[in-house]
Each structure stands twice: as C-alpha cells, then as structure tokens.
C-alpha cells in the first residue's frame, strides 16, 4: 500500500478530507496520512480508539511516535496518558494499548533508527517544558541527525516561519494557520518537501503545532527504492 509516498510532492490533508478505515482486526479507525507498506509500515496515521477499546501487544520495529490529541491512552493496562503526552517507543519495543474513555492520537511508525533505544515521555501541558526561544515558545519533544520534532504556540496572528533542507512536516494541534486566502483549520497536516520553507500566519485565536523537519532525506533513503 502506498499514500502519499512520494515525498518529494507537497502534501496538505484536511479535516474535510479525512476518510476513516478500521484496522484488520476492528480495534481502531484509521485516518491514513501516508503510508509505505501493509500492516506493517512506515506510517503517518491519525487513530481513533473507542470507549473501552484495546489493541493487544505488538512490537514496534523502528519504534512508533504518538502525541496524544484528546481522551486518554493507556498503555500495559497500568500507565494513563491524557492529551497533551508525547511518546516515543524505541526500536522493537511492545506494548498493549486500550482507552477507557476513548481516544484520538497522532502516530507515527517505523520512523525512528535502530540506534533509538530509550523511550521518552513528555507532557506538554507542564509549562516547564516549553523554552521561549528567538521569541518562539517552543516544547522541545526529540532532536537527532535525523529530526528535530518540537511543539509551537502562536500568538493571535503570529508569523510561522521554518526552513529546512531535509523537508518539513506540520499538523496544526489546535487554532488555525493562513497562507494567503487559504485557511488550515486544526486537525490539518502539511507535509512540505526537500529545501522547502514554510510560512504561514496564526489565525485570531492562536495556533498550537506539531512540527518535524530534517527528517524526509532520511526516509528517501531507507524507504525508496
């Protein structure tokens, strides 16, 4: 299965153009961003789980990123995560996940290296982890040769600038951007290829990101053949 797996092409997913697929064995729902690969993949998902679902262990080979959007996820039956967590399970890492109440998170697979072997925890609610930096406020979640991954707050109307050789990729966690006369309303994801720049402005009410860059070069040369 290939979605969006060119990633020298500029992708832009919005809400209204989500379409929802349940997972083989009915645990989940699945919004598919890009994906290379079946079952298992080098993937960019969106995951709904429902109230008092679960998804039995499995192991996750080049690790699996997620970033909690609402709800709680559970992981072991023992550890809770509420919105706002990032996590990040290393190479072949396992885990059972379940929601009580249900959930919706942002997932990553089969991104990280194999040299990644320690798991990171992050709640991004806790202001002591967020830096302002250049004038930017800024919750630092992983940085290696390969990607650099942080949160963003901005201000009512704020200018988002990044540049980056090795590509960029966005998901707009709460509030709105605006490039010109379109509107990238929460929940949009933007993927932007090598030696792009992004620039984008907040809309009235701020705007909260989710932001990777550094990281495409790397997935040309492990994943295109």
């Known amino acids: 299965m290939f979605i969006y797996a060119d990633f020298s092409q500029l992708v832009i997913i ?24 079946d079952e298992k993949a080098r993937a960019t998902s969106l995951v709904k789980y429902a109230p008092e679902s679960a998804f039995p262990e499995h192991q996750h080979p080049l690790g699996e990123e997620v970033l909690i959007l609402s709800g709680i996820f559970t992981e072991n039956a023992e550890d809770d995560y509420p919105a706002g967590w990032y996590l990040r399970n290393p190479h072949h890492s396992t885990h059972r996940v379940s929601s009580k109440a249900g959930c919706l998170i942002f997932v990553k697979l ?26 930017r406020m800024i919750c630092p979640l992983f ?19 990044e540049k980056s050789e090795q590509g960029i990729e966005l998901f707009i966690i709460k509030g709105q951007l605006f490039c010109g006369t379109e509107i990238y309303p929460a929940g949009s994801w933007v993927r932007l290829p090598l030696n792009s720049a992004a620039k984008f402005q907040a809309g009235p009410s701020g705007a909260t990101l989710y932001v990777k860059t550094g990281h495409l070069q790397h997935a040309i ?3 295109v053949k």
Do not use: C
């Open 143 to 161: 940085q290696s040769e390969h990607e650099q991954t942080y949160l963003e707050k901005l201000k009512p109307d704020q200018i988002f600038v």
């Open 221 to 223: 040369d492990v994943w």
């Open 14 to 37: 919005k809400p209204e153009d989500y379409h929802w697929v349940k997972s083989p064995g009915g645990e989940v729902d699945r919004m598919m961003l890009d994906r290379i690969g």
């Open 110 to 135: 089969m991104q990280m290296t194999e040299h990644e072997r320690e798991p990171t925890r992050i709640n991004t609610n806790d202001l002591a982890n967020w830096k302002l930096t250049q004038r």
